[in-house]
T-cell receptor
Framework: DAGVIQSPRHEVTEMGQEVTLRCKPI?????LFWYRQTMMRGLELLIY????????DSGMPEDRFSAKMPNASFSTLKIQPSEPRDSAVYFC????????????FGQGTRLTVV | RKEVEQDPGPFNVPEGATVAFNCTYS??????FFWYRQDCRKEPKLLMS???SGNEDGRFTAQLNRASQYISLLIRDSKLSDSATYLC??????????FGQGTELSVKP
């Protein structure tokens, strides 16, 4: 398996534009997580899915952020409209069922909003 | 209060030193625990799981104290290649994975 695949790797956009981040989890994994990492706040959980169903989106900063998982092999995180304070590295991770299973991360998307 | 708290460091130690990282968590119903390692500008990767009886993997020892809601990681005979950020991770009910802010370690020659 190629691991968790995220695209794009880097994104530079202007304030007010819509940004869509994409993630392909590892095949057979039941959980998918979206995290945001900044120097100030560390790795924050935004939302996670179990079997394509959103379980907890309490970490989503505001209504400008939305996430979907239309099927087991694809998820998107959308920011509309984007703001400079959204600049961060966004990671997607997936894991199999079970409390002791390892979470595997994608390489992240480095987002810069100017 | 954050759900998972760590001393952010940085910890600057010489090669060969022993260094310990601590982590506390707030949810007493947390089910499982991990240490992840993150190298600069890379994604986090699993270092080791943490079991109630404590566990060791080479130079690394992890301990869990459920009563005190406390997790630790001990690195013995530190190497230059151990320089990284170490993330404490807690698995809560429903499979929710919460990361601490991470502790930065720098091992110097």
């Amino acid at each position: 398996d190629a691991g968790v695949i995220q695209s794009p790797r880097h994104e530079v956009t202007e304030m007010g534009q819509e940004v869509t981040l994409r993630c392909k989890p590892i095949s057979g994994h039941d959980y998918l997580f979206w995290y945001r990492q900044t120097m100030m706040r560390g790795l924050e959980l935004l939302i996670y899915f179990n079997n394509n169903v959103p379980i907890d989106d309490s970490g989503m900063p505001e209504d400008r952020f939305s996430a979907k998982m239309p099927n087991a092999s694809f998820s998107t995180l959308k920011i509309q409209p984007s703001e400079p304070r959204d600049s961060a590295v966004y990671f997607c991770a997936s894991r199999a069922q079970g409390p002791n299973t390892e979470a595997f991360f994608g390489q992240g998307t480095r987002l810069t909003v100017v | 209060r954050k759900e998972v708290e760590q001393d952010p460091g940085p910890f600057n130690v010489p090669e060969g030193a022993t260094v310990a990282f601590n982590c506390t968590y707030s949810n007493s119903a947390s089910q499982s625990f991990f240490w992840y390692r993150q190298d600069c500008r890379k994604e986090p990767k699993l270092l080791m799981s943490v079991y109630s009886s404590g566990n060791e993997d080479g130079r690394f020892t992890a301990q869990l104290n459920r009563a005190s809601q406390y997790i630790s990681l001990l690195i013995r005979d530190s190497k230059l290649s151990d320089s990284a950020t170490y993330l404490c991770v807690v698995n809560n009910q429903g499979g929710k994975l919460i990361f601490g802010q991470g502790t930065e370690l720098s091992v110097k020659p």
